[in-house]
């Protein structure tokens, strides 16, 4: 009868001691964080990488005349920004207005 409950005993000590230490083999929060941020980052540079090629691919498609007026667009875009335009000097007044 005292074996038995030696025995008994034990064998809860041990089940308690092994479910206490399974709380220790998570990942903390701090490398989850890190592992998140790395992943943002990642598919951040992916839809930039994907933006890139779907516009290179867009231009190929095109034939020269519009390569040309689109690369005349893009250009005054990165001069005055990417709002409303107005096309200065003799340009601006002699065109004909849409």
Request: aromatic fraction near 4%; charged fraction near 40%.
């Given at each position: 009868?005292?074996?038995s ?11 308690v ?76 007044l ?5």
């Amino acid at each position: 009868m005292l074996r038995s409950l030696i025995r008994f005993a034990l064998v809860a000590i041990l089940a308690v001691a092994s479910t206490s230490t399974y709380a220790q083999e998570g990942i903390s929060q701090k490398k989850q964080e890190k592992i998140l941020s790395k992943k943002s980052k990642e598919d951040k540079k992916a839809k930039v990488r994907k933006e890139k090629n779907d516009r290179k691919q867009h231009l190929a498609i095109q034939d020269k005349a519009a390569r040309k007026r689109l690369k005349r667009h893009f250009k005054r875009a990165d001069r005055k920004g990417s709002g409303t335009h107005k096309d200065g000097g003799l340009r601006g007044l002699f065109q004909r207005s849409r």
